[in-house]
């Protein structure tokens, strides 16, 4: 007896070779977005190595959010400051209270994640291990929020950022964009606006206490500080005297 393949199964079943190519094609254009992603990401960091950023993410957004709400009274205070032109005591007390280890990881401080991981148990706060590098690519770049994507992207830009940026300017341009208080970002804005000085004239005491608000600067105040904020501010004072500071000059 004769026995006729199902035309129906036939139809079902796509020849190995146009399964074969089509994986091909998936493949290519999957390299192709590969490469796309990775020019798109790399050319802006390439151009802040050298070109002091006009704006970040951060700033932008804080800026959209006071309009949507009908904050007129709203300023974006924002004034570039080469790292000559900053007290080094600054430099000092964000190394001392942000990331002691700045000048010898790659990026990543793998011990202070650790140390995180292990500490952030059900009850207790919650400890966070994000290096000065880190807190640069979400400021420059990215959103606020926890999610896995914007810490995958944030690993991404940080990677990119520690290959290609000398450690001084990643501490520079960290100085210029981080957040001081409302609508305050960098170090020259928030000298002026807190201490009436430029930021190269702030003292150590000075320092410690901008560098004291940055967990949460729309909460906690460097012109008017807590119990919190001023013991912060001491500790911060203590740790400086570990921090070198030859090579942020």
Request: glycine share 6%; aromatic share 8%; with cysteine.
């Amino acid at each position: 007896m004769k026995i006729h393949p199902d035309p129906d199964g036939d139809r079902r079943r796509p020849p190995l070779a146009n399964r074969g190519g089509t994986l091909r094609t998936l493949r290519r254009w999957l390299i192709r977005a590969i490469a796309l992603w990775c020019a798109l990401t790399l050319v802006p960091v390439l151009l802040l190595r050298q070109v002091d950023p006009p704006a970040s993410s951060f700033m932008m957004q804080a800026a959209v959010a006071a309009m949507l709400k009908g904050r007129e009274n709203f300023r974006l205070d924002y004034r570039w400051r080469d790292l000559e032109a900053m007290s080094v005591q600054l430099g000092r007390a964000v190394v001392a209270a942000e990331d002691q280890r700045f000048a010898q990881h790659r990026g990543f401080d793998l011990d202070a994640i650790e140390k995180a991981w292990k500490g952030n148990r059900p009850g207790r706060r919650v400890r966070g291990a994000s290096t000065i590098s880190q807190q640069l690519a979400k400021n420059l770049f990215l959103w606020p929020g926890k999610s896995l994507l914007r810490k995958g992207i944030e690993a991404w830009f940080t990677v990119l950022i520690e290959a290609t940026w000398p450690k001084r300017r990643i501490l520079e341009v960290y100085l210029n964009v981080v957040q001081f208080g409302d609508g305050i970002y960098g170090a020259e804005a928030a000298a002026q606006h807190y201490f009436r000085k430029p930021a190269s004239e702030l003292a150590a005491a000075e320092a410690a206490l901008l560098a004291a608000v940055l967990p949460n600067p729309l909460r906690l105040k460097a012109d008017k500080p807590s119990a919190y904020v001023r013991s912060r501010r001491d500790w911060i004072l203590v740790q400086m005297k570990n921090v070198e500071t030859d090579w942020i000059r």
